[in-house]
C-alpha cells in the first residue's frame, strides 16, 4: 500500500519500553514502534494495546515490529504488511 511505501523500516530504539504500561503498571507482550513519531507501545497481546490506540489517537498509519529478530510493518488503514 502506499502508507507503506512512505514509511520505510527503520532502526528501533535500543532497549525499548512501552512508556504507557510503565506508567500504568501493566506488563506487555511485545512491542511495536510508529514510523511516524518514534512512539514505542505494546502490541495487541499485551492487556492495554497501547500501540492501537496510539493509532486510533493519532492516526499514525504504520508501524513495525521493535522486537530482536523480526523485521515487519503493518497499515493500519490498509491492513496491510510488508
Known sequence: CQD???YPAVATQE???CGDCLREGTAWVSLRQCLEC???GCCDSSPRRHATA???EYQHP???SAEPGEDWRWCYF????A
Open 62 to 64: 504504520v508501524i513495525e
Open 38 to 40: 518514534g512512539n514505542i
Open 15 to 17: 532497549d525499548p519500553e
Open 78 to 81: 490498509h491492513h496491510a504488511t
Open 54 to 56: 496510539h493509532f486510533h
Open 4 to 6: 507503506l511505501d512512505a
